[in-house]
């Protein structure tokens, strides 16, 4: 450590007050010409090469570049990276950014320049969209005067949006699935039997998805079934009671296939495949054209149904 610094005193400081100034040359000096105007421009080698930021002399092959410019980017690709988290008062940022290479489209190179993430809390991690190979474009200055800084800085190109959505519809459900609510309605749940294989599929379809024959025999279920299958669910939903909550394929007594219902009246991890259950109905007064009439299913009580008597319905 120099002794100024172990005394205290400040280091040594090498400052050119107001500016170093040069000249830039026909080459560098189109480029900051350029950037002014908020334009990206490489410079074509005598082999075809694209440099950019573009220099006076081929770096490959030591010859003089040519005099011809080309438009390159806006975008580019980050082709590699480097995390700052904490950035220091001479960075081009004040919160967390990225050092990056970028290859601007059309161009054989890259140039460094600061990659703003949108990330504020110091400390923080690199965000995992980070990546080599990601899209990205200069984010310019209001006022540019000719140099690298008129480009603030990179940012990601957009790929992904939020966008509020809603859609409202009316649902027609033909001849079986009106039948089938009225009765819902009226407190019954009604099914149809096939007339070739005999099972009674509820609700009811019009049609048999066995034997693709119409149906129209109408057959009153009773509110008792048994849980065939089931899923536990940890994301809420407004139709159930709590969460976890229980949504459970129950095949009713007298049934050929399962309907799909809630579980609930007994904790998530005490819902088995064979536990016997019975339609919950709302208050009578509450009852409309819906299968919300059943609030859920409920255990009954009664002994499991042995697994090889549902197994034909998993």
């Not at 220099?55 to 390159?72: K, L, N």
């Not at 019954?188 to 609700?203: A, E, F, N, S, T």
């Not at 005490?270 to 409920?298: D, K």
Request: proline share 10%; charged share 25%.
């Amino acid at each position: 450590m120099p002794s100024s610094e172990r005394s205290g005193e400040p280091n040594h400081i090498l400052e050119f007050p107001g500016g170093y100034t040069r000249s830039v040359g026909p080459v560098i000096g189109r480029f900051l010409s350029e950037l002014r105007d908020g334009r990206l421009k490489g410079v074509r080698t005598r082999n075809g090469r694209v440099l950019f930021p573009p220099v006076e002399y081929d770096p490959d092959a030591g010859d003089d570049v040519t005099d011809e410019f080309v438009d390159v980017g806006p975008v580019g690709t980050v082709t590699s990276w480097s995390w700052v988290p904490n950035p220091r008062k001479t960075h081009p940022l004040d919160r967390p950014f990225a050092w990056a290479l970028i290859r601007p489209d059309g161009a054989d190179t890259a140039l460094l320049h600061a990659l703003d993430m949108g990330v504020f809390d110091l400390g923080a991690k690199p965000p995992r969209r980070l990546r080599t190979g990601m899209r990205v474009r200069p984010r310019w200055r209001a006022e540019r005067v000719g140099g690298i800084g008129d480009i603030e800085c990179f940012q990601p190109e957009v790929t992904m949006i939020t966008a509020p959505s809603r859609l409202e519809y009316r649902l027609q459900g033909g001849r079986a699935l009106d039948r089938f609510l009225e009765g819902v309605s009226q407190g019954k749940i009604i099914g149809h039997r096939c007339d070739v294989c005999g099972q009674v599929i509820v609700p009811m379809k019009g049609l048999c998805p066995k034997d693709g024959v119409p149906t129209s025999e109408e057959v009153e279920l009773p509110g008792t079934g048994t849980v065939t299958t089931f899923a536990v669910n940890n994301l809420p939903d407004p139709r159930a009671p709590e969460v976890p909550f229980v949504s459970a394929y129950i095949l009713l007594d007298g049934a050929g296939l399962t309907m799909l219902a809630l579980v609930a009246g007994v904790p998530a991890d005490q819902v088995r495949m064979g536990m016997r259950v019975r339609a919950a109905w709302r208050p009578r007064e509450e009852w409309t054209r819906s299968m919300a009439n059943i609030r859920w299913f409920e255990p009954t009580g009664e002994p499991d149904v042995p697994f090889d008597e549902i197994k034909d319905h998993l």
